[in-house]
Nanobody, 115 residues
Framework: QVQLVESGGGLVQPGGSLRLSCAAS????????MSWYRQASGKERELVAA????????MYADSVKGRFTISRVDARNTVYLQMNSLKLEDTAVYYC????????WGQGTQVTVSS
């Protein structure tokens, strides 16, 4: 059974940091490109960051470049999203995505940036 389980969300003040984790199981993690998406209330889901399988260039949405870092540890079947200098507009539910010929989604973790 495929599972993607996100964790690490929460409430943080502007300028603060959070690290999201996504633990995968039920498929060969190393063979899949991994991504983080987010969906703010009333808005469409958007791609935040992506990291390919087997190395290669990471990509980021313009809105998070220089603040967020995506990484993966294949030995742990886990992908991370380090989020620094958080802004109010980063508030959203963050979703983990695994993609090869099919795509899998996690259930999401809430990130709220508020003073």
């Amino acid at each position: 059974q495929v599972q993607l389980v996100e964790s690490g969300g929460g409430l943080v003040q502007p300028g603060g940091s959070l690290r999201l984790s996504c633990a995968a199981s039920g498929f060969t993690f190393a063979n899949y490109g991994m991504s983080w998406y987010r969906q703010a209330s009333g808005k469409e889901r958007e791609l935040v960051a992506a990291i390919p399988a087997f190395g290669g260039r990471t990509m980021y949405a313009d809105s998070v470049k220089g603040r967020f870092t995506i990484s993966r540890v294949d030995a742990r079947n886990t992908v991370y999203l380090q989020m620094n200098s958080l802004k109010l507009e980063d508030t959203a539910v963050y979703y983990c995505n695994a993609r090869r010929t099919v795509a899998y989604w996690g259930q999401g973790t809430q990130v709220t940036v508020s003073s």
